[in-house]
């Protein structure tokens, strides 16, 4: 079975502190990974996958095959970072498990 | 390109009643998949269809039925609602591809079972 868990349901941070949003998984083969931001009365969006290893908006993301973890990390957070964030995983293709999602609170 | 489009954004139903939600999947995209959001909670896979047939389901019962059509767009079916149903439902599209390929959603249709 594959599993996603994010511990946080709210991560509060003043801008330009760093951000981690932790994200662990459970999955017996070789995963894909993803993070999917919800900016507030938008659509679910891709922010990024492990496979690129890209860094979208600042925000970067390392697949830790030991730990299974695949946490997001930004060193200096913004204002427009406050949205709601979802890891995911794929483990058989275009189908993705969710975890419960973090709300990125950034305040003055 | 309008990318996914879920229809009807809002809906309220009563319990035993049945729903149909419908989606267009984004230009060029051949599959689509259906997700159920609750409240708090994070999207749970319902089923995905390609080529007109449902190729996986998660755990959801038989009460969730689905259909594509070919122009790839695609319809959920819910009969018999219970409450519990109250939730989004979300359409995402891809093409039909092992890895490496981006998975867009839709706004999603606001289900409310009264």
């Known amino acids: 079975a594959q599993r996603v868990t994010q511990p946080e349901k709210l991560l509060s941070v003043f801008k330009g502190a760093p951000v981690e949003l932790k994200c662990n998984y459970s999955?017996?083969?070789?995963?894909?990974l993803f993070w999917y931001v919800q900016y507030s009365r938008q659509r679910l969006q891709l922010l990024l996958r492990?496979?690129s290893r890209e860094s979208i908006k600042g925000f970067t993301a390392d697949l830790n095959k030991g730990e299974t973890s695949f946490h997001l990390k930004k060193p200096f957070a913004q204002e427009e970072d406050s949205a709601m964030y979802y890891c995911?995983?794929?483990?058989?293709?275009?189908?993705?498990?969710f975890g419960t999602g973090t709300r990125l609170q950034v305040t003055l | 390109d309008a990318g996914v489009t879920q229809s009807p954004t809002h809906l309220i139903k009563t319990r035993g009643q049945q729903v149909t939600l419908r989606c267009s999947p984004k230009s060029g995209h051949d599959t689509v998949s259906w997700y159920q959001q609750a409240l708090g909670q994070g999207p749970q896979f319902i089923f995905q269809y390609y080529e007109e047939e449902e190729r996986q389901r998660g755990n959801f019962p038989d009460r969730f039925s689905g259909h594509q059509f070919p122009n790839y767009s695609s319809e959920l079916n819910v009969n018999a609602l219970l409450l519990g149903d109250s939730a989004l439902y979300l359409c995402?599209?891809?093409?039909?591809?092992?890895?490496?390929?981006?998975?867009?959603f839709g706004e999603g249709s606001w289900l409310t079972v009264v």
């Open positions: 995911a995983l794929a483990g058989t293709a275009s189908k993705l498990t």
């Open positions: 995402a599209s891809s093409l039909k591809v092992a890895s490496g390929n981006t998975i867009y």
């Open positions: 492990h496979i």
């Open positions: 999955y017996s083969g070789s995963p894909e």
